[in-house]
């Protein structure tokens, strides 16, 4: 905590940036300029707006600072034994009209299918029965937008970025990390990051290993020298039932979460296939799996490492529901940037309290060793989870706003909406009608 501390402190103005981390853990609806400038007690959103777009404050130093607090948190409240995992993946979140960076027509996950929107890369730390919360990001940007001056100009992108595919940002998520002496024994991700030479390819030549999902028509080499897909070695190696183990991905709520799994050899060394099957469904799933020398690697630790993606899903769910991660009113990429990280601040002290909680809280009792066991007359309770820990933060700091002060700002959003109305109208009338047809007065 001291880092995130000593990094506020550069931050100028510091005080502001306090607050706002305050309001994302508050009870706000809505984590946006103008609700978390009226819950502070600013008597506009002015303050707030130049924190994420002009204050003078180094974005990475803090990102960094919230990397070690989560690593270390999180690595204090494990065993010392237990699988440490990176998971990735992007959330997007939908946005109205062309002006915010890098906002395209594009698949959003939050939208279940195309929509306006933009997607961040972000990176979680998994700390395997212990907890997990965001410790990178970066930002996907068209080419359009790079390539055009005008674009990247109005908004705010840096000089010298450059285009890069989701892989090739997950890489760089996973190398800032690995400078900060974040050590992992698996990156793991969706088909998006297993189809990603350049992900995969930086993993390999720094010996990180790795448990990537890859889709069906995914090729590799045998060890026969023969090529061939992912679906056909099913078809023609793993027919028989006795080539499939029962093995649980991890606990869930209802119990543990048990699959068919199978895993073949391929003709590169320390690479492997693991294929899951649902078992009632017969669904398949493919994983391509590196270990560097030195690691040991058996299929149950696969298994386990393969069932670790699944937390970073949660922090979005986090971050968006009760954090306000997707709530962010802003335009330019250094602002998007900064609300991010002031929200994986949020979530970072929520996980790692939940995570140095966790058996002190725990008095479940046992749990069911058949399905006609008697339920015990007092069930206990599960440890604190984050949002636990949030509604807890958020009670130890209620703001209570005088009645003048919810006027004032009351005026202030008529007066903006009438300023914003005025402005609308006139745009509208200096463009031409798409079809001039004779207008009735």
């Known amino acids: 905590m001291e880092r995130i501390r000593g990094s506020f402190a550069r931050i100028q103005p510091w005080l502001t940036a306090a607050c706002y981390v305050r309001a994302v853990l508050s009870g706000l609806p809505k984590r946006n300029g103008w609700t978390i400038a009226e819950w502070i007690g600013h008597r506009s959103p002015d303050k707030v707006q130049r924190l994420l777009n002009r ?114 940002l997950a890489a760089g998520i996973v190398h800032d990390a690995h400078d900060d002496g974040v050590v992992l024994d698996f990156i793991c991700g969706d088909e998006v990051y297993g189809n990603s030479p350049d992900l995969r390819s930086y993993c390999e030549s720094v010996q990180q290993g790795y448990v990537l999902r890859v889709p069906s028509n995914f090729t590799f080499t045998l060890g026969d020298a023969t090529t061939t897909t992912c679906k056909k070695i099913v078809k023609k190696c793993l027919k028989q039932k006795k080539r499939w183990q029962t093995v649980s991905a991890g606990a869930g709520d209802k119990g543990e979460r048990l699959y068919g799994w199978a895993w073949v050899a391929t003709g590169e060394p320390r690479h492997w ?32 490492a393969a069932g670790l993606r699944w937390p970073v899903e949660e922090d979005f769910e986090f971050g968006k529901d009760l954090f306000g991660l997707d709530q962010s009113q802003v335009r330019m990429y250094e602002a998007i ?34 399905p006609n066991d008697i339920p015990p007359l007092e069930p206990g309770c599960v ?33 903006h909406r009438a300023r914003a109305r005025w402005h609308h109208q006139r745009t509208r009338l200096g463009q031409p009608l798409e079809n001039s047809y004779p207008q009735v007065t």
């Open 273 to 304: 296939l693991l294929i899951r099957k649902h078992l009632k469904t017969g669904e398949l799933a493919y994983h391509l799996c590196f270990a560097p020398d030195g690691q040991p690697v058996t299929l149950h630790r696969l298994v386990t």
């Open 383 to 415: 440890p604190l989870t984050v949002a636990a820990i949030k509604n807890l933060l958020g009670a130890l700091n209620p703001r209570q706003t005088t009645l003048e002060h919810k006027i004032h700002w009351q005026n202030w959003r008529d007066r």
């Open 55 to 168: 204050a003078r404050w180094d974005t990475a130093e803090v990102m960094r600072a919230v990397r070690g607090y989560v690593v270390e948190g999180l690595d204090a409240a494990a065993p010392a034994r237990s699988m440490t995992v990176g998971a990735l993946d992007e959330t997007g979140q939908e946005k109205k009209g062309q002006a915010t960076a890098g906002v395209k027509r594009q698949h959003m996950g939050c939208a279940g299918g195309v929509a306006n929107g933009i997607n961040t890369v972000h990176l979680s730390y998994v700390r395997a029965g212990v907890g997990h919360a965001l410790i990178g990001c970066r930002q996907w940007i068209p080419a359009e937008q790079i390539d055009d001056p005008d674009t990247a100009a109005r908004t705010g992108l840096p000089e010298d970025l450059q285009f890069a595919t989701k892989g090739k």
């Open 337 to 370: 940037r900064r609300h991010t990280i002031l929200v994986m601040i949020a979530l970072a002290v929520c996980s790692v309290t939940a995570a140095q909680a966790r058996i002190r809280t725990d008095t479940q009792a046992r749990p069911p060793t058949g």
